[in-house]
C-alpha cells in the first residue's frame, strides 16, 4: 500500500506547505511550485538570493520580491 503523506497545514493553495521533518525532498518540489505560483523570480530569491541589476525601476521590484519571499518562509 502506497503510503501517504500528511502535510497538514499548507496543503491548499494559499499557505505554503509544511514541512514535518519528512521527505525533504518532495517539499521542497512543493515549495518551489508553490513559491512560483506567486512570482517564477522568487524561487531564485529563495535558494540564490539572487540579485538583479541595480536601477530605479528595477530595484524596487528586488525589494518587493525579497519581501514576498520572506512571507512565504
Known sequence: MAKKFSFGEGSCLNKPP???????????????????????KIWNV????????ISENVSFEREHLDCIAMNIM
Do not use: A, H
Not at 514535518?20 to 508553490?34: A, H, P
Not at 529563495?46 to 541589476?53: C, D, E, G, R, V
Open 18 to 40: 509544511l514541512f514535518c521533518g519528512m521527505n525533504y525532498d518532495l517539499w521542497c518540489i512543493r515549495m518551489k511550485f508553490f513559491s512560483e505560483s506567486i512570482d517564477r
Open 46 to 53: 529563495i535558494t540564490n538570493n539572487y540579485l538583479m541589476p
